[in-house]
């Protein structure tokens, strides 16, 4: 298949993850002393394109008016994989640059075309003012066309409410919406308590010490348990359920030591993993 073909299949890719707002074309450059075609996409002064080389499609994302770009030469798959790895890395190009509300303007195809064509090779690439038009008020309880109801005016700011992190308890998701966040960890501490008790278990302690492990690691399991609910992350709240089920010191299990050291050790990676991936949002502070 041949260049032209594989920038089509691109393209359809690519607009399966962007709504109508998002302009997009192609163009002719030339690209380290080739010359290639472009599929550009363009909203506000966000700028991604894609282009082919020995039949494998490259992705690249940046400001117009920065001049700075946070993808740049990501392999982006083949026509051969449906650009399933290009679809996914528009759609989060797209998460990030959605326009606030209001009528996007795009930036213009000739200012596009040379910051992708300086950019690709190895130039500073020009910058331009402000591209949005004054964002036009929308009526109560509509959302603007292209993005659904609810969804967060972000802009390209990465500290405003464009992901998935679940609002901190006696929070509501529309108290996060268009201003500046903070993300949480709840559950590191938990995550290093237990963890430092259980890493002591696996190493070996006077036996006298396991009990002080039995309350500690149920305690922390516990807190871990409470944050999992607060985030309705279902899966996470039985995982440490059943580590309180299994560690508590109230009706213990009695096991032998090398049957304990496995059980330690997962249960020391689950409060890790769960000091990573339990994250909440809360607005920042003032």
Excluded at 23 to 32: A, G, H, P, V
Excluded at 97 to 120: I, Y
Excluded at 158 to 166: R, T
Aim: glycine content about 8%; charged content about 15%.
């Amino acid at each position: 298949m041949d260049e032209d073909a594989i920038i089509d299949a691109a393209w359809q890719a690519a607009l399966r993850q962007v709504p109508a707002t998002v302009t997009t074309y192609t163009t002719t450059m030339n690209i380290r002393s080739r010359v290639k075609r472009v599929l550009i996409l363009a909203v506000n002064d966000s700028v991604g394109w894609v282009w082919v080389h020995e039949g494998r499609a490259f992705w690249g994302a940046g400001s117009v008016i920065s001049g700075k770009t946070n993808v740049m030469n990501c392999f982006a798959g083949s026509v051969d994989t449906n650009f399933a790895v290009l679809s996914s890395l528009v759609a989060e190009w797209y998460l990030w640059v959605r326009p606030p509300q209001g009528t996007p303007m795009a930036a213009p195809r000739d200012v596009a075309r040379e910051f992708v064509r300086a950019l690709e090779n190895g130039m500073t690439p020009p910058t331009v003012n402000r591209l949005v038009r004054p964002a036009a008020p929308s009526p109560a309880g509509t959302a603007p066309a292209g993005q659904p109801r609810g969804a967060a005016p972000a802009g390209s700011h990465p500290s405003f409410h464009a992901n998935p992190h679940p609002p901190r308890a006696g929070r509501a998701e529309t108290d996060l919406n268009d201003v500046r966040m903070v993300t949480a960890h709840p559950a590191t501490i938990p995550a290093v308590v237990g963890g430092f008790f259980l890493l002591v278990a696996i190493l070996g302690a006077p036996y006298s010490f396991y009990e002080v492990v039995r309350w500690a690691v149920t305690g922390m399991a516990v807190w871990s348990a409470i944050v999992a609910g607060g985030q309705q992350r279902t899966g996470w709240m039985v995982a440490f359920i059943a580590t309180v089920l299994l560690f508590n010191p109230l009706i213990p299990v009695y096991l032998t030591r090398e049957s304990w050291v496995p059980l330690d050790v997962a249960a020391m990676v689950l409060f890790i993993s769960g000091a990573v991936k339990l994250e909440e949002s809360h607005p920042a502070p003032r």
